[in-house]
């Protein structure tokens, strides 16, 4: 005998183990929404299981399905499919015919939970009167170009974008991991990255506008209803709660406070001794009673910020790098990447990543026409942070070229030492070379055939005196082994040693590869770069 009791509907005893929990509501009558007649399709049978729910069936295969599919929670579950085995308090998700319209309208990442998420809200000091002044296109243009900065800074550290507000943007931190202490971090460090992000996009705002951006951000931890809503054709995750108004609070109070990046005693608390405050506050904040306390944040301390202090520091070049990596430019940017590592010398038998494309005497090469374009363009961050070297400036470039055309994340490490004598010859003047030369001049530099075909990918942007490779050099795709792998009029405009890789059987196989797989040429892209950008010791 079983008690299923539904919340503010009814208690039911219930003797037949055999029976679903739909097939019990109608056995006592109780009008369960059934629109698929109970078959694991609409979902309109949901309940929500508020008491003792290891007391219903684990879920079947088709019940798994659907709320997979649908985003259900554990204590979601589908009375059509699940069996009681003891006593259990559900509670119906729909009442009516409206109800099973909106359960029917789409899929659903989440139905509704609580959680414990930092927050994080910013927003541009002096906007307005920015926009006042401008024309309605360099308004938008520039909301895109900072949102884009500033979004980087958020998804690098696992956040979430909840919505852009005018000016302002809030940040969720912590919708897949409980782990409050790595939400605020994460939140904290997306912070101090934006206001890192801020210095390379004041760059470009000091250059075309004359002016610079101010930001404040606010940073609270706290208790949130996490669901989905809004219209079916326009839902969207989102939280409700206290929380939200808090940390909207203690970004508005930055301004006032003059004090960029605020945290919430909450926030603090989790990370007692391993963040660096500044000044604190008792603030009075509008909308709520009494005062409270706020905390400027300096800083992470090292052991704290699990990406490390190289990678921050790579985080902040390559967002100075955005300003100028633009999607016109980063296809030159690629190129550079490519012709200062590919740089060799056969007298000393080194080459690889060396910085010498910034030397007039490389830059001028025939092979090189064009790229004192990026050297010009590099010249004012590479001023900006002198401890990095040209090499380290240039690869890390390409990578952001390649992540900007739309291809893959590359994280490349720093460190390299610049070269100030120039190579006798780069490894990418070899348009002339068969494939059996072009294997051992790469075999010499460390990489492998199978670096080489991807590697090679990269000319899927750019062009050949004046005309694409491939039908768009402003998206970064396999588009490149596509049209290899067609071939005939497809490869007119493409170098002798790219119609080279379809002749070789064993190169061939991995076009065909990259062809018909673009998410494992962007992962062997990714890999192959860091290779190459590691080269610059003496060669084999």
């Known amino acids: 005998m079983a008690t299923i009791n539904y919340q503010n509907e009814s208690v039911i005893e219930e003797s037949d183990d055999t029976l679903t929990l739909l097939q019990i509501s109608q056995k006592h009558g109780i009008q369960h929404m059934h629109v698929c007649g109970g078959m694991a399709r609409c979902s309109t049978c949901r309940v929500m299981v508020l008491e003792n729910p290891g007391n219903l069936s684990p879920r079947n295969q088709a019940e798994q399905i659907l709320a997979t599919r649908l985003g259900f929670e554990d204590n979601i579950r589908l009375a059509c499919q699940s069996l009681v085995t003891g006593p259990v308090t559900v509670r119906r998700l729909t009442l009516d015919d ?34 006042e002044q401008s024309l309605p296109y360099d308004t938008i243009h520039i909301l895109n170009r900072y949102f884009y900065q500033m979004g980087e800074a958020v998804l690098q550290n696992e956040g979430y974008i909840d919505k852009y507000m005018g000016d ?6 912590g919708l897949n991991n409980s782990n409050g202490e790595a939400n605020c971090r994460n939140a904290v460090n997306a912070g101090l990255q934006m206001l890192s992000e801020l210095e390379g996009f004041n760059v470009y705002m000091q250059r075309n506008f004359g002016r610079e951006f101010k930001i404040g951000i606010g940073i ?28 909207s609070r203690i970004e508005s109070a930055t301004k006032e406070l003059g004090a960029p990046l605020l945290i919430s005693d909450s926030v603090r608390d989790k990370l007692r ?29 090292e052991q704290t910020v699990v990406m490390g202090r190289a990678t921050m520091l790579r985080n902040w070049i390559a967002s100075s790098l955005r300003c100028v990596v633009t999607l016109r430019s980063a296809p030159l940017f690629l190129r550079a990447a490519f012709h200062d590592a590919g740089t060799y010398d056969s007298e000393t038998n080194t080459g690889g990543c060396s910085g010498t494309l910034h030397l ?25 942070f002198e401890d990095v070297s040209w090499a380290d400036l240039l690869i890390v470039a390409g990578a952001v070229a390649v992540k900007t055309l ?22 990418m003047d070899l ?35 004046g005309a694409p490779f491939t039908y768009d050099w402003y998206k970064f795709n396999n588009a490149y082994f596509r049209l290899l792998l067609q071939g005939g009029d497809a490869t007119d405009h493409m170098l002798g040693t790219d119609k080279a890789l379809s002749h070789d059987p064993e190169c061939f196989e991995w076009v065909k590869k990259y062809a018909l797989d673009e998410a494992a040429f962007f992962a062997d892209f990714s890999a192959a770069y860091q290779k190459m950008s590691k080269l610059g010791t003496h060669l084999k």
């Open 273 to 301: 001794g391993r963040v660096d405050i500044g000044r604190s506050f008792d603030a009075l904040l509008k909308g709520k009673t009494g005062s409270h306390s706020l905390h400027e944040v300096l800083n992470l301390r």
């Open 168 to 173: 302002g943007l809030m940040a969720l931190f």
């Open 360 to 384: 007039p005497a490389v830059y001028l090469r025939p092979e090189n026409a064009g790229l004192e374009i990026v050297v010009n363009l590099l010249a004012p961050i590479k001023k900006h």
């Open 98 to 131: 409206q109800d099973a319209g909106l359960c029917m309208a789409g899929e659903q990442r989440t139905t509704g939970r609580e959680a414990k998420l930092a927050v994080l809200f910013s927003d541009i000091r002096g906007f307005t009167t920015f926009s």
């Open 431 to 465: 348009e002339h070379f068969d494939i059996k030369r072009l294997k051992e001049r790469f075999i010499r530099m460390g990489l492998t055939v199978r670096d080489m075909v991807v590697l090679s990918g990269a000319h899927t942007v750019g062009h050949n005196r």
């Open 220 to 247: 609270h931890f706290g208790e949130l209803i996490i669901g989905e809503m809004g219209h079916p054709s326009r839902r969207q995750i989102t939280v409700i709660g206290d929380t939200v108004n808090m940390a």
């Open 406 to 427: 739309g291809g893959p994340d590359i994280p490349v490490t720093l460190g390299r030492k610049d070269n100030d004598n120039p190579p006798q010859a780069g490894v």
